[in-house]
């Protein structure tokens, strides 16, 4: 129903900065939310940054200030701008969209995810 497309080059240095999109098509109706989660090795996946439609933002207490979240409602497009990256910060990263099923259910659709290294 939904594909979710994540693109974004995934090497970066120190201090350095990095936009991620993630291109929502198929049945994007009743979309009300998206984000973004990573997962480093050994961890969790873990909630990095999520939307609302009605424009909420939440982050995680590691990234704020740093990252922002936005998004393209005409391209179905959700970005995820890191600046200062550490290396702490590298993990996967998967695009998220959160869906109201016709019986009240939320359906969540992931990305495949893409690896983001900060490293020299």
């Known amino acids: 129903q939904v594909q979710l497309v994540e693109s974004g080059v995934g090497l970066v240095q120190p201090g350095g900065s990095l936009r991620l999109s993630c291109a929502a098509s198929?049945?994007?109706?009743?979309?009300?939310?998206m984000g973004w989660y990573r997962q480093a090795p050994g961890k969790q996946r873990d909630l990095v940054a999520r939307?609302?439609?009605?424009?909420?933002?939440n982050y995680a207490d590691s990234v704020k200030g740093r990252f922002r979240i936005s998004r393209d409602s005409a391209k179905n497009t959700v970005y995820l701008q890191m600046n200062s990256l550490k290396p702490e910060d590298t993990a996967v990263y998967y695009c998220?969209?959160?869906?109201?099923?016709?019986?009240?259910?939320?359906?969540?659709?992931w990305g495949k995810g893409t690896l983001v290294t900060v490293s020299s």
């Open positions: 998220n969209a959160e869906q109201l099923g016709t019986i009240g259910d939320v359906i969540n659709y």
């Open positions: 198929g049945s994007v109706f009743c979309i009300y939310a």
């Open positions: 939307i609302t439609n009605g424009g909420s933002t």
